[in-house]
């Protein structure tokens, strides 16, 4: 029999490493196809919303509503139009829709209607993967309960962790986590933070998608253990993926899945092209590129890059260059991460580089271009990225360079987004002026990376991450041996 993991009071999900291989597969698919036809509200690609329709129409407050002209938001989005009043109604809610759709403000507007009629403890937990992702919700909830007295705190990691225990007693209305913070926190305080959580109403999976992967299944299960069986459970992503899948088939409760999706698209308003270029001249035409962003009517611009190393690197040669900007990766401290987010959103920089710590969920509506540096190695990731860019119906652009080992990447990435790249025009005589400049500021880079012994703090690094990922493999291994003589597992092994 399957094993399964309690995802909340309504959704259940099956462990992918313990399904039972007695039962036939095809058998199993159809039948469960089957019950969520019986037990799931669906609507898949709706109509557009009516031009008619404002945020009143939805059964929301008239402080609610008021809020949302206040901030600019005349009237809502597709996903907004439709999950709002189901969330309402007290139904659990699983949206699906393209980045920058406004799906934080479709569930973040009904939590705090509903705080707003009784106000009490931790009403709503949201639960994201990444930690700027957490501290962006957290500054949207805000804004959006800006006339509540709103008390949200934000638990990450790379924070002081007694500070943030004392602010988890003080009961705050929303808590917005990342799954490993919050399961320490509880392990560590098992007799007071679980209470904290024993009347929440509310259980958010942000960015789902990546959240219900099986590197944060020790995390959930921690943290569902914590929340009562009665309250409602929101799940919101831009990608579907075969763990929300399985959630949609086996849902127990008449929930409501919303889907604006056709697979991984980017939005109509996003231009997308390429530059093709020997690998050694990257950085000279990035610069050619950087330099003309106000002929090019860019405000601010974001540029991807594979590796941590990449990331630093490329922010200290532009620096070189006299260029302002911001880098962003896992290697800087909590601190640091949060500065260099700041400055980019706040306009002091107009150039952040970053990795795909950033790929998820920022909204920063000056952001007119997006630079793939390095292209990314799924699909995914690239959806993702140049989803920073024409959101909620804005323009954008999305540059890629590419050179010769990238492009059977790029023929993959055009076959599954069903667009072509567009060549950017750029005249390389232009470009190459820059290049001894360039290759000047490369040598005087690479003896401050030196000097400031970043190669020696990413080596320990990778160290501890190895040895923490070794430690999950023989956790995972004496799980799967005591699952086999059929002992029960105890919640204090997970």
Same mark, same amino acid.
């Given at each position: *029999?399957? #094993?399964?993991?309690?995802?909340?009071?309504?959704?259940?999900?099956?462990?992918?490493?313990?399904?039972?291989?007695?039962?036939?597969?095809?058998?199993?698919?159809?039948? +469960?196809?089957?019950?969520?036809?019986?037990?799931?509200?669906?609507?898949?690609?709706?109509?557009?919303?009516?031009?008619?329709?404002?945020?009143?129409? $939805? &059964?929301?407050? #008239?402080?609610?509503?008021?809020?949302?002209?206040? =901030? @600019?938001?005349?009237?809502?989005?597709?996903?907004?139009?439709?999950?709002?009043?189901?969330?309402?109604?007290?139904?659990?809610?699983?949206?699906?829709?393209?980045?920058?759709?406004?799906?934080?403000?479709?569930?973040?507007?009904?939590? !705090?209607?509903?705080?707003?009629?009784?106000?009490?403890?931790?009403?709503?937990?949201?639960?994201?993967?990444?930690?700027?992702?957490?501290?962006?919700?957290?500054?949207?909830?805000?804004? =959006?309960?800006?006339?509540?007295?709103?008390?949200?705190?934000?638990?990450?990691? &790379?924070?002081?962790?007694?500070?943030?225990?004392?602010?988890?007693?003080?009961?705050?209305?929303?808590?917005?986590?990342?799954?490993?913070?919050?399961?320490?926190?509880?392990?560590?305080?098992?007799?007071?933070?679980?209470?904290?959580?024993?009347?929440?109403?509310?259980?958010?999976?942000?960015?789902?998608?990546?959240?219900?992967?099986?590197?944060?299944?020790?995390? !959930?299960?921690?943290?569902? /253990?914590?929340?009562?069986?009665?309250?409602?459970?929101?799940?919101?992503?831009?990608?579907?993926?075969?763990?929300?899948?399985? =959630?949609? #088939?086996?849902?127990?409760?008449?929930?409501?899945?919303?889907?604006?999706?056709?697979?991984?698209?980017?939005?109509?308003?996003?231009?997308?092209?390429?530059?093709?270029?020997?690998?050694?001249?990257?950085?000279?035409?990035?610069?050619?590129?950087?330099?003309?962003?106000?002929?090019?009517?860019?405000?601010?611009?974001?540029?991807?890059? +594979?590796?941590?190393?990449?990331?630093?690197?490329?922010?200290?040669?532009?620096? /070189? $260059?006299? !260029?302002?900007?911001?880098?962003?990766?896992?290697?800087?401290?909590?601190?640091?991460?949060?500065?260099?987010?700041?400055?980019?959103?706040?306009? /002091?920089?107009?150039?952040?580089?970053?990795?795909?710590?950033?790929?998820?969920?920022?909204?920063?509506?000056?952001?007119?271009?997006?630079?793939?540096?390095?292209?990314?190695?799924?699909?995914?990731?690239?959806?993702?990225?140049?989803?920073?860019?024409?959101?909620?119906?804005?323009?954008?652009?999305?540059? +890629?360079?590419?050179?010769?080992?990238?492009?059977?990447?790029?023929?993959?990435?055009?076959?599954?987004?069903?667009?072509?790249?567009?060549?950017?025009?750029?005249?390389?005589?232009?470009?190459?002026?820059?290049?001894?400049?360039?290759?000047?500021?490369?040598?005087?880079?690479? *003896?401050? *990376?030196?000097?400031?012994?970043?190669?020696?703090?990413?080596?320990?690094?990778?160290? /501890?991450? +190895?040895? &923490?990922?070794?430690?999950?493999?023989?956790?995972?291994?004496?799980?799967?041996?005591?699952?086999?003589? @059929?002992?029960?597992?105890?919640?204090?092994?997970?």
């Amino acid at each position: *029999m399957d #094993e399964e993991i309690e995802l909340e009071g309504n959704f259940q999900l099956f462990s992918r490493k313990t399904k039972s291989t007695t039962t036939n597969t095809a058998d199993k698919k159809t039948a +469960s196809s089957e019950t969520a036809a019986k037990v799931v509200e669906k609507e898949l690609n709706p109509n557009p919303t009516p031009s008619h329709v404002t945020f009143s129409d $939805l &059964g929301l407050a #008239e402080w609610a509503v008021n809020t949302c002209n206040e =901030l @600019g938001m005349k009237r809502p989005t597709p996903v907004q139009h439709h999950c709002i009043p189901k969330i309402l109604a007290g139904q659990d809610v699983m949206g699906l829709a393209q980045t920058g759709s406004g799906k934080t403000a479709a569930f973040a507007l009904p939590i !705090l209607h509903r705080l707003a009629e009784d106000p009490y403890g931790v009403f709503a937990l949201v639960v994201t993967p990444t930690r700027e992702l957490a501290y962006q919700l957290a500054e949207q909830f805000r804004a =959006l309960g800006s006339g509540l007295g709103l008390r949200c705190a934000v638990v990450v990691g &790379g924070m002081d962790m007694i500070n943030q225990s004392q602010n988890l007693m003080q009961r705050p209305h929303v808590v917005i986590a990342t799954p490993g913070r919050i399961k320490v926190l509880i392990e560590q305080n098992p007799d007071d933070i679980p209470a904290v959580f024993s009347n929440t109403k509310f259980l958010v999976l942000d960015e789902a998608d990546r959240v219900l992967g099986v590197n944060f299944e020790a995390e !959930l299960r921690v943290i569902f /253990q914590c929340l009562p069986k009665k309250r409602q459970t929101l799940l919101f992503s831009a990608t579907m993926s075969s763990n929300l899948q399985t =959630l949609l #088939e086996l849902s127990a409760n008449k929930a409501y899945f919303y889907a604006a999706y056709e697979g991984f698209k980017t939005v109509e308003s996003l231009r997308q092209q390429y530059v093709f270029i020997p690998k050694n001249v990257k950085d000279v035409y990035l610069l050619h590129i950087l330099n003309k962003r106000e002929e090019m009517g860019v405000r601010s611009a974001m540029i991807f890059v +594979s590796t941590c190393r990449s990331c630093e690197h490329l922010s200290l040669l532009l620096e /070189q $260059l006299e !260029l302002e900007v911001a880098a962003l990766h896992s290697y800087k401290s909590q601190s640091l991460r949060l500065s260099a987010l700041h400055k980019f959103k706040s306009g /002091q920089v107009p150039v952040l580089i970053a990795t795909d710590v950033a790929n998820r969920g920022l909204d920063i509506p000056t952001v007119d271009l997006v630079i793939n540096y390095d292209i990314p190695r799924y699909t995914e990731d690239y959806i993702h990225r140049v989803g920073r860019t024409a959101r909620v119906g804005r323009g954008g652009l999305a540059l +890629s360079f590419i050179t010769q080992n990238d492009v059977d990447l790029v023929h993959k990435i055009e076959a599954v987004i069903e667009k072509q790249l567009d060549a950017f025009e750029c005249k390389e005589k232009e470009v190459l002026e820059d290049i001894t400049k360039v290759y000047k500021a490369r040598r005087v880079t690479m *003896m401050k *990376m030196v000097d400031s012994g970043f190669e020696e703090k990413a080596n320990a690094r990778k160290a /501890q991450k +190895s040895k &923490g990922l070794a430690e999950t493999d023989q956790l995972k291994k004496g799980k799967k041996r005591r699952r086999g003589r @059929g002992k029960p597992i105890e919640a204090s092994q997970d």
